[in-house]
C-alpha cells in the first residue's frame, strides 16, 4: 500500500465515523484551547505585572535605609537594621553624580486629615515636586512647588479625599488640617486608581520638610531616583552606592533597589506560573489522549471483521497497524488546528472582557499544545493499532 | 498447483485437544474445480482457511506453486494471499462505508497500484460481472446476489491462482446462488482453480472434484 493510499483510506474512515470523529476531536481541541486560554492568561497576567512596574516610573531607584546582608527583595530590606539614617544632605549629594536625572526624598506615613468638622485617617507622603515625575503622578487641578525647601505648608489632595471633605465645591485654595498642622489645598491629583499598593485617590502629599516636622524625624523614609535610561541603571547604582558610602565613613549602610531587578524577579516567578498553568492544561490533553484510545479499542473491536478480510485479502500486519496509526493522526491534527483556533477565540474573548489584561497565546505555547497533541494522539493509538494488526483472521472472520 | 502434506491441525480448547484435522494428504492441479463437503466440525473450513494462509498448521508441509508457503514470512504471506489467492465468503464480508467499485479496488490499493490503473481495472471487472451501475452503490444498497458477484470481482481482480469459497451460496435463495456458481464456474474455464465448501449436495455435486470430510480426515476423493 501506498503513504498516499494509507492516508486517503484512513482519512475516509475517519470521516464515516462521523460521530465518534467529532467527540476525539472536541476532546483533543478542547485540551489545546486550555493550554492556549490558559497560557495566554499567565503570560497576560506576566505582561499586566510589567506594565503596572512600568507605570510605576521608568528607570526608577529606590534607596532604603539600612542593609540586611541577604541578597535581594523588600523583605531584607524592612527587616534591615538602621545604623545611619538617610538624609535630605544624602538624598541632594546625588544630584551631581552621572546618571542621576533627578531624585525625590520621600517620607511616609498616617496622620489625620480635617477639614470643615470632617475628620478622617489618610496616608501621608512628604516629598518634592520631583516624585510627581519619577512616579508619574499627574495632578488634575492646581499644582505642587515643593523643592529642597524651604516650603510653603501646602498639600495636594488625591481626588477621592478632596471629595470626601469638600463634598459641596472646589477643594483647591481650602484650608486642611493635617495633624496639629495647617495646610492650604495647593492640587488635586487626577483620578489614577491603585498603582503597586499606592493608591493616588486617597494621598495626601505635602512638601517633606512639613512632613518631617510632622512626623519629628530627620531622616528619610526612601530616597526616589530616576536614572538618565535603563542603561544606565546599573551603573547609577553603584555610583550612589559608592558616593553613600563615602558619606557613611565608609560603611556601607543603605540598600539599593533598581527596577529592573524586582521587574527580573516578578518576571520569572510569573514565566514560573505560566508554565505551572500550562502544565495543568496539558493534563487534560493527557486525559483526552486516554479517550482516545479507549475510543480506538472499541473500534478494532467493532471492525473485527473487517481487519479480518483486509487481512484476507493481503494486507500485511503494517499495512493494517498504519491505517489505525494514521486515523488517529487525522483526529489528532483536526483536533490542533480546531483547538487552536478556540483557543485564540478563547484568548481574544479574555482581552474583551478584561481590556488591561494583554493575554495574547505566546507562540511556544501553540506550538508546544499541538506537538502534544499530536503526540498524545499517537501514543493513544500504538496500543490499539498494534492489536488491529495481530488479530486472528480466521477469529476474526467467523464473527458474523 | 496444492500440495499438502501430513497436515495436521490442533486446537487446544481449555485442556482439551480437538484435532480439527488430522494428517490430510491432498493434491490439487492447476485449473481444477473442487468442492469440499462435510458436516460441521469436520475440518472443511479449516482446511480451506490453512490453503488460504489465513491459518497455519501444526504439523505437516504446505506447498503453493513449489514454494513451502508455511515457511515464509508475514508480510510474504500476505502478498501471496494479495497475488495468488482469492477469498469468497459467504457472508460477502464487504466494507460498508465504502461503494461496490472501492471494495474492489482494495486488493489494488494494498498491492501499491497506482490509481489511474486502478481505475481502468476496476472498470473492466465491474463490466464484466454486470455490476457498472451498480458501481457507486454502498452494500446496503446492493442484493444479496449482487453483493456477492462485488466479493467475487474484489477476490479475482489481482487474477489470483486459487479461488477459495466457503459457502458462497449460504446466504443466497437459489436463484441468485446459481447466478453465482455460474460466476464461479466462467473463472474456471478461464483457467482459476475453484475450491468451494458448501453443504448444498446440488451445488457441491457440479465441481469436477469431490471431497468429503468427517472428523478431520478426507473420507472420499473422486
Not at chain 1, 189 to 216: C, K, R, W, Y
Not at chain 1, 269 to 293: D, E, F, K, Y
Not at chain 2, 113 to 139: F, G, M, W, Y
Request: glycine share 8%.
Amino acid at each position: 500500500m501506498t503513504r498516499q493510499d494509507a492516508f486517503i483510506l484512513s482519512f475516509r474512515t475517519v470521516v464515516s465515523y462521523r460521530l465518534r470523529a467529532i467527540l476525539i476531536l472536541l476532546a483533543m481541541a478542547l485540551g489545546v484551547a486550555a493550554v492556549v486560554v490558559l497560557t495566554a492568561l499567565g503570560d497576560g497576567a506576566r505582561r499586566f505585572v510589567m506594565n503596572q512596574f512600568t507605570a510605576l516610573g521608568t528607570n526608577l531607584i529606590i534607596i532604603i535605609p539600612g542593609r540586611s546582608e541577604t541578597a535581594g527583595g523588600f523583605i531584607g530590606a524592612l527587616v534591615g537594621e538602621t545604623p545611619r539614617d538617610l538624609t535630605l544632605e544624602d538624598a541632594a549629594s546625588l544630584t551631581a553624580l552621572p546618571g542621576v536625572r533627578r531624585f525625590a526624598p520621600l517620607n511616609v506615613g498616617l496622620s489625620e486629615i480635617s477639614a470643615g468638622g470632617l475628620l478622617r485617617e489618610v496616608t501621608l507622603a512628604g516629598s518634592t515636586a520631583s516624585l510627581l515625575a519619577i512616579r508619574r503622578m499627574r495632578l488634575a487641578q492646581g499644582s505642587f512647588t515643593a523643592d529642597n525647601g524651604p516650603n510653603p505648608a501646602e498639600a495636594v489632595l488625591g481626588a477621592k479625599i478632596a471629595h470626601e471633605l469638600f463634598p459641596t465645591g472646589n477643594a483647591l485654595g481650602q484650608r486642611i488640617r493635617l495633624g496639629d498642622r495647617r495646610f492650604r489645598v495647593a492640587g488635586i491629583f487626577a483620578m489614577q486608581g491603585e498603582s503597586m499598593g499606592i493608591n493616588t485617590d486617597e494621598l495626601v502629599l505635602i512638601p517633606f520638610d512639613h512632613a518631617q516636622a510632622l512626623f519629628n524625624t530627620q531622616s528619610l523614609f526612601r530616597i526616589m531616583v530616576e536614572a538618565e535610561s535603563r542603561s544606565a541603571i546599573e551603573s547609577t547604582k553603584k555610583v550612589i552606592r559608592v558616593a553613600l558610602k563615602l558619606r557613611h565613613d565608609g560603611e556601607e549602610d543603605v540598600t539599593i533597589i533598581g527596577q529592573d531587578a524586582i521587574l527580573a524577579t516578578f518576571d520569572k516567578i510569573l514565566r514560573a506560573l505560566t508554565l505551572a498553568v500550562s502544565g495543568i492544561a496539558a493534563i487534560s490533553l493527557a486525559v483526552a489522549g486516554i479517550l482516545v484510545m479507549n475510543v480506538m479499542l472499541v473500534a478494532v473491536s467493532q471492525r473485527t471483521t473487517e481487519i479480518g478480510l483486509l487481512k484476507a485479502i493481503g494486507a500485511t500486519h503494517t499495512d493494517i497497524r498504519n491505517l489505525f496509526l494514521l486515523e488517529t493522526l487525522w483526529l489528532a491534527v483536526a483536533g490542533a488546528v480546531v483547538g487552536i483556533i478556540l483557543g485564540y477565540l478563547g484568548s481574544l474573548g479574555l482581552r474583551l472582557a478584561y481590556p488591561q489584561l494583554p493575554a495574547y497565546p505566546p507562540i511556544w505555547a501553540s506550538l508546544a499544545a499541538i506537538a502534544t497533541a499530536l503526540v498524545t494522539g499517537i501514543a493513544a493509538s500504538i496500543l490499539p493499532a498494534s492489536k488491529a494488526a495481530r488479530l486472528n483472521p480466521v477469529l476474526a472472520l467467523s464473527r458474523r | 498447483m496444492i500440495a499438502l502434506t501430513a497436515i495436521s491441525r490442533i486446537f487446544t480448547m481449555g485442556d482439551q485437544e480437538v484435532r480439527a484435522l488430522n494428517n490430510i494428504n491432498l493434491t490439487i492441479a492447476p485449473g481444477a474445480y473442487v468442492s469440499v463437503m462435510g458436516p460441521s466440525g469436520s475440518g472443511k473450513s479449516t482446511l480451506l482457511n490453512l490453503i488460504g494462509l489465513l491459518d497455519q498448521p501444526t504439523s505437516g508441509t504446505y506447498l503453493l506453486e513449489n514454494i513451502d508457503v508455511t515457511l515464509l514470512s508475514e508480510t510474504d504471506q500476505a502478498r501471496v494471499r494479495r497475488e495468488r489467492i482469492g477469498f469468497i465468503f459467504q457472508s460477502f464480508h464487504l466494507i460498508p462505508r465504502l461503494t461496490a467499485a472501492e471494495n474492489i479496488e482494495l486488493p489494488l490499493i494494498l498491492d501499491g497500484i497506482p490509481s489511474a490503473e486502478r481505475k481502468k481495472r476496476v472498470r473492466a471487472i465491474l463490466q464484466q460481472t454486470n455490476l457498472l451501475e451498480r458501481a457507486d452503490h454502498r452494500p446496503s444498497e446492493l442484493s444479496g446476489g449482487q453483493r456477492q458477484r462485488v466479493a467475487i470481482a474484489r477476490a479475482t481482480i489481482l487474477n489470483p491462482a486459487v479461488l477459495l469459497a466457503d459457502e458462497p451460496t449460504g446466504n443466497l435463495d437459489h436463484k441468485t446462488g446459481a447466478e453465482v456458481i455460474a460466476l464461479l464456474e466462467n473463472l474456471h474455464r478461464q483457467g482459476t482453480t475453484i475450491i468451494t465448501v458448501t453443504h448444498d449436495r446440488e451445488i457441491g455435486a457440479r465441481a469436477h472434484r469431490k471431497i468429503q470430510m468427517r472428523d478431520g480426515e478426507v473420507v472420499s476423493d473422486d
